[in-house]
C-alpha cells in the first residue's frame, strides 16, 4: 500500500508539474525579451500592476507593431471571435450550430460592406494611419505564426488564419451593427401599428415625449482653441448598448482645470470589450482603450487631451415591404414600373459539415431580410427590404479614429468626426486649455416627411427612400457651453441646427437629468467625488412608478402587507443590495406589463416588448395613463381597469416573493435576487464554465441608474446583469498621469493569465485603479521590462 501511495503521490505531483509547464508555456510574456519579425529599433513593453501594456518606440511603425504583437498574446481567441462574426465566417471555425448568425450577417451585408471598404482602402494613397494599420496587422501576424496560442484553439481544434485589414472592416462593421436598434424595434412596432393600432401606440413612447430629457446644443460663432434576440443569444461576442459621458469645465472643477468621465455600457463578457494600451514614440503619447483588432483607441487621451465615446441612438435603418409583380415574383413595382431583384450568392463554410449555399435578394433600398428575422416573417408575407446608413458608403472608421488619437486642437476633433458616418456616436471632448465639446457624430438621412422611421414604409413608392444626407455642419453639437459642461447617456439631442429633431431610438434621460443635476449642484469637483455620480444606483422614475401603482390598489389589499406598502411609498429609487424594495418592485412591474400586455402581443412578441428601449421609455408614461386599452384583457367579457391589474399583480408577486425568499420581507434583499457572470464563448458548455466564466459577488443592478447594470424582467425573480459600464474613467487634467478607470474583469484574455479577472473585485466593489502614464511610475509598477527586438 505504501508502494502504493508512493506512486500515486508521485504520479500527482508530475500532472501538478506538468499542469505549471502547460500554464508557463500558455500564458503571457509580460518580461525578458521577444524577437519580432520587422521592427526597425529595439521596442519596450513594460506592463503595470494590472496588466496594461505600455510601449516606448522610437517610431509610429514600431510601435504599433508591438502593440498589435501585444494585443495577439492577450486577446488573440477574442480578436477571432470579433472577425469571424463581422465577416460571416464563423461557422467555418465552430460549426454547424452558428451558421445562422453567418447566414444573418451575410444577408445584412456586413463581410460585402467590409470587402467593399477594404477597396476603398487599398485604393487610398499611403498615409499614417494606413501604415499604423499596417504595422499593427503585422504585429498581430507575428504572434499568430510564432507565439503560443491559447488554450481555446487547443480545445477546438483550430488554428487562426492570419489577420487582414478586412477582418478589421468586418469587426467596424459588427461594432455598427450593434450600436443599432431598428432590428429589434421596428418589426415590434410595425406588428403593434398594424394589429393594434394608433390608441395602443399613443400610449407608449415611440418617439420622444416632452417630458424627456434633451441634451442641449451650443453652436459658437466659430471653433476657438483657448427574436431575433434568440439568434442574437448565441453570439459569443458582447453587444454594444450603450454609455454615458461628460465632460466638466474648469469653471466647476477644484482644480480649475477640464475633469473626463466616460462609461461605455456593454454586454458583459469574458474577456470584456476593452483593451488598454499605453503608447510613446516621438511626437506621440497616447493612453487608450481599444477594441480586439482595432490598432486606434476608441477611447483615451494624450496628455493634452481626452476623448469619449456614447451611443447616438439616431435612426439610421429602414424597411420597406415590396410589392411583387401579380405576373412575375422575381420582379417588385416601384413607382410605375417593376424591377427585377438582383441576386447575390454566397457559400457558408461549415466545420465538419458541407458548404451551405444561400441566395440573398436584392431591392432598390437593400437586401431582403424575412428570412433572416423571424420577427419579420411572421409579421408579413411581402419580401422585407433592409436600408441602413452604414452600407450606404465603405468605411472611413480607421482614418477617423486615427486623427482623434493624434488630434492636436477642437478643430482636428471636427474634422475627424466628420468621417464617421455610421454607426452614430456621441463624441466627447476635453482638453488641457479648457476646452470641452460634445459632436453628434453619423450621416443622417433626409427621410419623406410621409415616412415613420419605426414602422415599414411602402417599399413601391419612390418618396419613402431617403433622398440624401443633412451636413455634418447641422448635426447637434455643443462647443463650450455657458453652462459649464456637456454631458449625454444616450437621450435625445436637441434639434439640428436647421431645426430638424432627427428621429432615434433615444433613452428618457433619466441618467442625463441625474448627471446634470449633480454636476450644477456645485462648483468645485474633483475626480473623487465625481466618483459617487459613477457609481449612482438611484432612478427616481421607478419610484414614482410605485407610488402610482400604490395609489390605484384599494386598502383592503395591503391588510397584513403594511410593511410593503410602507417600504414602496417611501422608496426614493435606490438600488442597494441590502434592500428589499427593488426585489418587490421588478417583480411587480413585470407581472403588470405581463397582465396588461400579454394578451394583446403574444408571448413573442411580450418578451421582445421586455428587451426593447420602448419599454424602458414607456414605463412611466405608459403606468400613469389609466385609460389606454392596453389595461383590458381583451380575453374576458368584462372590460378591466388599471387598478384592477394593479391589484392582482400585486398579489401575485407577494405570493412568489414569499414561496422563494419566506415570509420574512426583511430578508428579500435585492443582493438575493441578482446574478452577475461574465460569459466566455466556450464558458456555454459544462464544465468549461467553471474555467473561463468569471462570476463575480452580487452588484446592485438596476434599469436606468446612473450606474446602469442592465438586465431583463422576467417571471423568476433572479435577474442575471447583462450588460453595464464596460469600463470607468475619470481625468482630470491637472494631473493626466494618474487617471481613474478599472474594468469588469481585467486586462488580459488568457485565461492562464494573472490580469484574467484581476479587476473583478475592483469593479463590483466601485473601486478604481489608475490610468499611468508618467514613467517613473511605470517602471516601478512593472518591475521588469519586455523587451522586442528585431529578427
Request: proline content about 6%.
Amino acid at each position: 500500500m505504501r508502494k502504493v501511495g508512493a506512486f500515486l503521490g508521485g504520479l500527482v505531483l508530475l500532472l501538478a508539474l506538468g499542469l505549471l509547464v502547460f500554464i508557463f508555456l500558455h500564458s503571457p510574456q509580460y518580461k525578458g525579451e521577444i524577437e519580432i519579425n520587422g521592427l526597425s529599433e529595439e521596442t519596450t513593453a513594460y506592463f503595470d500592476e494590472h496588466g496594461v501594456p505600455h510601449i516606448y518606440a522610437s517610431n509610429a511603425s514600431d510601435a504599433y507593431r508591438a502593440l498589435g504583437y501585444l494585443h495577439a498574446q492577450d486577446r488573440l481567441f477574442q480578436l477571432e471571435m470579433m472577425r469571424r462574426v463581422g465577416t460571416g465566417t464563423l461557422a467555418e471555425f465552430l460549426g454547424p450550430d452558428v451558421v445562422e448568425i453567418d447566414q444573418f450577417f451575410r444577408t445584412l451585408g456586413i463581410p460585402e460592406h467590409a470587402q467593399t471598404s477594404t477597396e476603398f482602402w487599398n485604393s487610398q494613397a499611403d498615409s499614417p494611419w494606413k501604415n499604423a494599420t499596417e504595422a499593427y496587422i503585422a504585429g498581430v501576424n507575428e504572434f499568430i505564426q510564432n507565439g503560443t496560442l491559447p488554450i481555446e484553439f487547443l480545445l477546438l481544434g483550430e488554428k487562426p488564419r492570419e489577420f487582414t485589414i478586412n477582418d478589421i472592416h468586418g469587426i467596424v462593421g459588427y461594432m455598427s451593427f450593434t450600436f443599432g436598434m431598428a432590428l429589434k424595434t421596428d418589426p415590434l412596432i410595425t406588428k403593434m401599428s398594424r394589429e393594434l393600432g394608433q390608441e395602443y401606440l399613443e400610449a407608449l413612447s415611440i418617439e420622444t415625449l416632452p417630458e424627456h430629457h434633451f441634451i442641449p446644443n451650443f453652436y459658437p460663432d466659430s471653433i476657438s482653441n483657448g427574436s431575433l434576440s434568440s439568434l442574437l443569444e448565441k453570439l459569443p461576442v458582447p453587444l454594444l448598448e450603450g454609455s454615458n459621458g461628460w465632460v466638466v469645465s474648469g469653471s466647476k472643477t477644484k482644480s480649475g482645470k477640464v475633469i473626463f468621465a466616460n462609461d461605455t455600457h456593454i454586454g458583459f463578457s469574458s474577456p470584456s470589450v476593452w483593451y488598454e494600451a499605453h503608447l510613446e514614440y516621438p511626437g506621440f503619447s497616447f493612453y487608450g482603450n481599444h477594441l480586439a483588432g482595432v490598432p486606434f483607441g476608441l477611447v483615451g487621451h494624450s496628455r493634452h487631451h481626452s476623448v469619449g465615446l456614447t451611443m447616438f441612438e439616431n435612426d439610421d435603418q429602414d424597411f420597406f415591404e415590396i410589392k411583387l409583380n401579380p405576373t412575375n415574383s422575381n420582379e417588385y413595382q416601384f413607382g410605375d414600373e417593376f424591377l427585377p431583384f438582383s441576386v447575390r450568392k454566397d457559400v457558408i463554410s461549415v466545420k465538419g459539415q458541407d458548404p451551405v449555399e444561400i441566395e440573398i435578394k436584392e431591392t432598390i433600398h437593400g437586401p431582403i431580410v424575412n428570412s433572416v428575422v423571424p420577427e419579420i416573417a411572421s409579421l408579413t408575407d411581402n419580401p422585407v427590404s433592409s436600408w441602413w446608413v452604414y452600407t450606404m458608403e465603405p468605411t472611413r472608421a480607421l482614418e477617423a479614429i486615427y486623427k482623434i488619437n493624434h488630434a492636436q486642437d477642437l478643430e482636428d476633433l471636427t474634422a475627424a468626426a466628420s468621417l464617421i458616418h455610421a454607426p452614430g456616436l456621441n463624441i466627447m471632448y476635453g482638453d488641457s486649455l479648457g476646452n470641452i465639446a460634445w459632436w453628434a457624430a453619423g450621416k443622417l438621412p433626409i427621410r419623406s416627411e410621409k415616412v415613420h422611421s419605426k414602422i415599414f414604409a411602402d417599399g413601391s413608392d419612390p418618396e419613402s427612400i431617403p433622398q440624401g444626407w443633412y451636413p455634418f455642419s447641422l448635426n447637434p453639437k455643443s462647443i463650450n457651453p455657458p453652462s459649464g459642461f456637456v454631458a449625454s447617456a444616450n437621450n435625445q439631442p436637441d434639434t439640428l441646427q436647421n431645426g430638424v429633431l432627427f428621429p432615434g431610438y433615444y433613452f428618457p434621460g433619466e441618467r442625463w437629468k441625474r448627471i446634470a443635476d449633480a454636476i450644477n449642484s456645485k462648483d468645485d469637483w474633483t475626480i473623487q467625488e465625481m466618483k459617487a455620480i459613477q457609481l449612482e444606483v438611484v432612478n427616481t422614475d421607478h419610484a414614482q412608478i410605485a407610488k402610482i401603482m400604490l395609489s390605484q390598489i384599494p386598502d383592503f389589499d395591503f391588510e397584513g402587507k403594511e410593511r410593503v406598502k410602507s417600504l414602496l411609498e417611501n422608496w426614493d429609487g435606490n438600488h442597494e443590495l441590502s434592500s428589499s424594495i427593488p426585489t418587490i418592485y421588478y417583480k411587480w412591474l413585470y407581472h403588470v406589463l405581463r397582465l396588461a400586455m400579454e394578451d394583446e402581443l403574444g408571448k413573442e412578441a411580450f418578451e421582445s416588448y421586455l428587451g426593447s428601449f420602448v419599454m424602458i421609455r414607456s414605463n412611466l408614461p405608459f403606468i400613469r395613463n389609466f385609460d389606454h386599452p392596453w389595461w383590458d384583457k381583451v380575453n374576458t367579457p368584462e372590460k378591466e381597469n388599471a387598478s384592477q391589474i394593479f391589484s392582482e399583480s400585486f398579489k401575485i408577486t407577494l405570493q412568489e416573493l414569499e414561496a422563494q425568499f419566506g415570509d420574512n420581507i426583511n430578508s428579500w434583499d435585492w443582493e438575493k435576487a441578482v446574478i452577475l457572470e461574465h460569459p466566455h464563448p466556450l464558458g456555454s458548455q459544462k464544465p468549461l464554465d467553471k474555467i473561463f466564466n468569471v462570476k463575480t459577488d452580487p452588484v446592485p443592478a438596476n434599469d436606468e441608474s446612473v450606474n446602469k447594470l442592465a438586465f431583463k424582467l422576467n417571471g423568476e425573480g433572479i435577474y442575471t446583469v447583462t450588460s453595464g459600464p464596460a469600463m470607468r474613467i475619470l481625468l482630470d487634467f491637472m494631473d493626466v498621469d494618474r487617471s481613474l478607470s478599472v474594468l469588469p474583469t481585467g486586462q488580459s484574455g488568457n485565461r492562464f493569465s494573472k490580469h484574467y479577472r484581476d479587476q473583478a473585485s475592483l469593479y463590483t466593489k466601485g473601486k478604481y485603479r489608475y490610468q499611468l502614464m508618467d514613467k517613473n511610475e511605470i517602471v516601478e509598477s512593472a518591475k521588469d521590462a519586455l523587451i522586442l527586438t528585431p529578427r
